[in-house]
């Protein structure tokens, strides 16, 4: 399976997501994209030796219909059998997402269906939730809000900021969304829920 993956910053998930598809892995990554040319994880991508480009969604102000249309070019040279969202920070239209529905997987840094959209920490920490954590789900038109293929779960501690409880939860998308991709990428698309280490 050709795996093509979108970032918007740092690509931690993207680096970890890359680095597991080795070995007997059913899917290898092939390109990384971002909407951003300075996005670090560009660079990390390009150290992995897998392609990059980078279609900078400023030019296109508003339009948001030309720039999808910029993003589909390389997207689609590529010819993904997955399209992998990780860290990726634009809204996509129906049009775009309907191409790849199915197939494309994002991944949200809450227990949906709780807390879509941004500033999830922050929101949970403010609600006094016990708990916290990391969604992968399919991608639906509606904003994560499409099928969830896995979870991780971890504590809210006493004196949590939403950067430390952020790092947390990092930890955890770490291990969910490669783990969640070689099921996907398998044909299994059974929940995965996973626990603190
Ligand atoms: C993470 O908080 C992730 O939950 C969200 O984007 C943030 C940065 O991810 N999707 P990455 O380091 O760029 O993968």
């Given at each position: 399976k050709r795996v093509a993956l979108l970032i918007s910053g740092g690509g931690s998930n993207m680096v970890k997501l890359v680095q597991s598809m080795t070995g007997d892995h059913p899917a290898r990554a092939v390109v990384v994209g971002s909407n951003d040319p300075e996005a670090g994880g560009l660079a990390r991508a390009a150290e992995l030796g897998v392609p990059t480009f980078a279609i900078d969604h400023r030019i296109y102000k508003g339009d948001r219909a030309a720039f999808e249309a910029a993003l589909l070019q390389p997207l689609l040279d590529a010819r993904p059998d997955i399209l992998c969202l990780a860290g990726f920070m634009r809204i996509l239209t129906p049009d775009f997402v309907q191409r790849?529905?199915?197939?494309?997987?994002?991944?949200?840094?809450?227990?949906?269906?709780?807390?879509?959209?941004?500033?999830?920490?922050?929101?949970?920490?403010?609600?006094?939730?016990?708990?916290?954590?990391?969604?992968?789900?399919?991608?639906?038109?509606?904003?994560?809000?499409?099928?969830?293929?896995?979870?991780?779960?971890?504590?809210?501690?006493?004196?949590?900021?939403?950067?430390?409880?952020?790092?947390?939860?990092?930890?955890?998308?770490?291990?969910?969304?490669?783990?969640?991709?070689?099921?996907?990428?398998?044909?299994?698309?059974?929940?995965?829920?996973?626990?603190?280490?």
């Open positions: 790849f529905q199915g197939r494309m997987l994002n991944i949200h840094p809450s227990l949906l269906p709780k807390y879509p959209g941004l500033h999830t920490h922050r929101r949970a920490i403010e609600a006094g939730d016990a708990e916290a954590g990391a969604s992968v789900h399919l991608v639906t038109p509606e904003l994560d809000a499409g099928p969830i293929l896995g979870q991780a779960r971890v504590p809210v501690l006493p004196g949590d900021t939403a950067d430390s409880l952020a790092a947390r939860v990092l930890q955890q998308e770490h291990r969910l969304y490669p783990a969640v991709l070689r099921r996907f990428a398998s044909g299994d698309q059974t929940m995965l829920s996973l626990t603190a280490a």
